[in-house]
């Protein structure tokens, strides 16, 4: 599914969109007039994510899965086409095992596709769109969680991934400063979302927030000069969100 | 601590609908009631400066107020748009209401748009957990919008006043919804008698949203806030710091003052800070950086209210309303002044 977007309108480019976290903040900045390209493993929750944001703004839905260097390909031809990408959201994520092993027994194979999902597939596409980013002076979001600094059992392959992605974040915002490409880490808080579901497998997690709890946190930092707030980690949910000196 | 006990009795007389320089007074012209560790005096607010010390320091706010309420048309007929915090200059968070004296929330769809003059506005998205407060998104900048067509923010209780009423000796900075008021009633004649008395002044900003927040939520705690810009320099995160060092006592004027400064506070003292902060002092919260507070009497169940318990405890401030009641003390922006000090007010 594609339609027209005009040279003026800013894109962005989601992954894990079909759900959750992804698809709120999908359709936050439909809302706000951005084009969309959305990426997801779930075809029919795609289709119908695109299909309910499809009103609101040009809508690229392309499924597929983010280690997946053709599907990443076709992405980045859907940015291309639209001759920008203004924000690339890295928000796909893998869980790992559900109910989450404590790291004496994880899986060595759960691990790779774990790190391959959360740390190597956002750097890979950083990498791919990087001519793109320049051109826009975009801005990377990448999406990380409490769980990279807790050291919270259970959370051992998860938590790893996501500490390696925010030192990707960090160091990715400094090599690519001169070439007017910023990049940050959110974690996002707890929310009610499947794959909190599927951490606390059998536990009620209805005390958590929805994901749109996380939407004035969006707001503010799509307003910001994505240089100034280049580096930086946020919490979506803290009560504070600062730009450096 | 549950919302329920936020709540207390005040008769209506007792809102002030206009400031005093238009019944001929002075803007200081203001009672002033002392609340400290021993009790309660009363005072007028030229005699702030006695209950200061030399060394203390107040803090201010130097935001200025805008004229941030815009008649709009819309599908439910002509309505208010108050808007409230600043996230560009075409995206604002805003509260549609019916009018000054009728607040909403209105029953509005997400994407649904108002006219403002030749300007759109799309209605984005509700506010997570506040259901009054949208996003606001213009098709252009808001700026010009209220410079041409922009009142003051105003409610039942009085009337829209010249812009001039609602700024004060300190503002400098435009960007408020809302007047940081607790700053109104210090006049030059005040400052002098401040820094006569030795009582150095410093700014903060903070760009004030709609007014202090109504607390929906059975708990106190457990209340939605919404962010204000801020920033703390360098030289007033030094000049705190410095105050302490020095056994001096560090004054907010006003609410906003004290969220700002919490906001930049860590362990190691002050720093300076910018950005944007939905920091909630509520009654379970230590305070750090400020040791009193100048202020105006606040509506039951509002997060400023929670706020004033975090500095006298709930029994402190029932007694101080309770207190203020009986001697016919003014609420609300154009009102009576309120000096918190939860340690002994003189040496």
């Known amino acids: ?245 | 601590m549950k919302r329920a006990e936020l709540t207390f009795e005040r008769p209506e007389n007792l809102f002030a609908r206009d400031p005093p320089e238009t019944r001929g007074q002075g803007r200081d012209d203001v009672r002033l009631l002392v609340t400290d560790s021993e009790g309660h005096r009363h005072a007028n607010f030229e005699d702030l400066p006695q209950f200061l010390r030399a060394g203390d320091l107040l803090v201010v706010n130097e935001s200025s107020a805008i004229p941030a309420s815009l008649a709009a048309e819309s599908r439910l007929g002509s309505i208010l748009l108050n808007l409230s915090t600043r996230f560009r200059s075409d995206l604002w968070v805003a509260e549609p209401r019916w009018s000054s004296g009728k607040p909403g929330p209105l029953p509005f769809e997400p994407g649904e748009e108002l006219r403002i003059g030749s300007a759109t506005v799309r209605l984005v998205v509700p506010y997570p957990g506040i259901p009054r407060l949208w996003f606001a998104l213009g098709d252009r900048s808001f700026d010009p919008l209220f410079e041409e067509r922009g009142e003051p923010i105003h409610y039942g209780y009085t009337d829209a006043w010249p812009m001039e009423t609602y700024q004060t000796l300190f503002s400098r900075v435009p960007g408020s919804a809302e007047m940081p008021s607790a700053a109104r009633p210090i006049t030059p004649r005040i400052r002098e008698g401040l820094e006569g008395a030795g009582v150095r002044i410093a700014p903060i900003l903070l760009h004030t949203g709609v007014s202090s927040l109504e607390i929906e939520s059975e708990t106190v705690e457990a209340q939605a806030m919404y962010p204000e810009p801020f920033r703390v320099s360098q030289e007033t995160s030094d000049a705190v710091n410095r105050t302490h060092a020095n056994g001096g006592r560090v004054i907010a004027v006003g609410t906003t003052v004290v969220r700002a400064l919490e906001s930049a506070w860590t362990p190691d003292g002050l720093h300076a800070r910018n950005g944007f902060t939905r920091l909630f002092v509520h009654p379970d919260r230590e305070i750090h950086s400020v040791d009193g507070l100048l202020t105006g009497f606040h509506d039951p169940v509002t997060s400023h209210l929670a706020m004033l318990t975090a500095f006298l405890g709930l029994d402190g401030v029932r007694s101080a309303y309770a207190e203020a009641v009986r001697h016919g003390y003014m609420w609300h922006e154009f009102g009576d002044s309120h000096l918190v000090l939860p340690s002994p007010a003189t040496s």
């Not at chain 1, 962005?12 to 900045?29: D, H, K, P, Y």
């Not at chain 1, 928000?91 to 391959?116: C, H, M, Y």
């Not at chain 1, 930092?221 to 504070?240: E, I, N, T």
Request: aromatic share 6%.
């Open chain 1, 1 to 245: 599914m594609s339609n027209r977007s005009t040279p003026s309108q800013r894109v962005a480019l989601i992954t894990g969109a079909s759900r959750g976290l992804g698809r709120v903040l999908a359709g936050f900045v439909a809302k706000q007039g951005y084009a969309l390209i959305l990426s997801s493993r779930g075809v029919t929750e795609l289709r119908a994510a695109a299909d309910e944001l499809a009103p609101l703004a040009p809508v690229s839905a392309i499924p597929g899965d983010v280690t997946d260097e053709g599907h990443r390909r076709r992405l980045l031809e859907a940015a291309e086409r639209w001759g920008r990408l203004d924000v690339l959201v890295n928000n796909a994520s893998e869980l790992g095992d559900s109910p989450l092993p404590p790291l004496n027994k994880a899986s060595q194979q759960t691990f790779r596709r774990v790190l391959d999902v959360n740390t190597i597939a956002p750097l890979a596409l950083v990498q791919e769109a990087l001519p793109l980013l320049i051109r826009s002076h975009g801005l990377v979001v990448n999406i990380s969680s409490d769980a990279a600094i807790g050291g919270y059992p259970g959370w051992g392959l998860y938590g790893a991934s996501k500490a390696a992605l925010d030192l990707v974040s960090k160091t990715l915002a400094a090599e690519l400063r001169e070439d007017g490409v910023s990049v940050v880490s959110v974690d996002p808080g707890d929310m009610r979302t499947k794959m909190h579901q599927d951490a606390y497998a059998g536990q009620d997690i209805s005390d958590r927030p929805l994901p749109d709890v996380t939407l004035p946190f969006w707001a503010w930092l799509l307003s910001q000069d994505p240089m100034k707030v280049s580096g930086m980690r946020y919490q979506a949910q803290a009560p504070l969100w600062e730009v450096p000196p």
